[in-house]
């Protein structure tokens, strides 16, 4: 079964860096334009940062520009989110995912592959 593998997240202090790590169990990750998700406690999920197929285009949610960098390396087949700059409300569960990319709109395809999460807590 296909399950996306989620981790480099943890406690920063505000100002702070991470970098995200994702890859997939049984799945060639570079067939793919991939995506990474976050939800907060109460909040609904929302697209933090998207990366085309080809690997040359990106897109971002205006909260993250210039503080988040998307890329991909397919050797490995791993997605990673480098992180800096963190502030408080980018605490959330943090997410990877294949995706639909057209222009800036970036959808999850509807599989069912979305696996734990890992956990990113800013505070001050």
């Known amino acids: 079964q296909v399950r996306m593998v989620e981790s480099g997240g943890g406690d920063v202090q505000v100002g702070g860096s991470l970098r995200l790590s994702c890859t997939a169990s049984?799945?060639?990750?570079?067939?793919?334009?991939m995506g990474w998700f976050r939800q907060a406690p109460g909040k609904e999920r929302e697209v933090v940062s998207c990366?085309?197929?080809?690997?040359?285009?990106?897109s971002y949610v205006d909260s993250v520009q210039g503080r988040f960098t998307i890329s991909m390396d397919d050797t490995k087949n791993t997605l990673y989110l480098q992180m800096i700059s963190l502030q408080p409300e980018d605490t959330a569960m943090y997410y990877c995912?294949?995706?639909?990319?057209?222009?800036?709109?970036?959808?999850?395809?509807?599989?069912?592959?979305w696996g734990q999460g890992t956990q990113v807590t800013v505070s001050s």
């Open positions: 995912m294949v995706v639909s990319l057209s222009g800036s709109q970036c959808v999850p395809l509807d599989f069912n592959y």
């Open positions: 049984a799945l060639d990750l570079d067939h793919f334009a």
């Open positions: 990366l085309s197929r080809s690997r040359r285009a990106t």
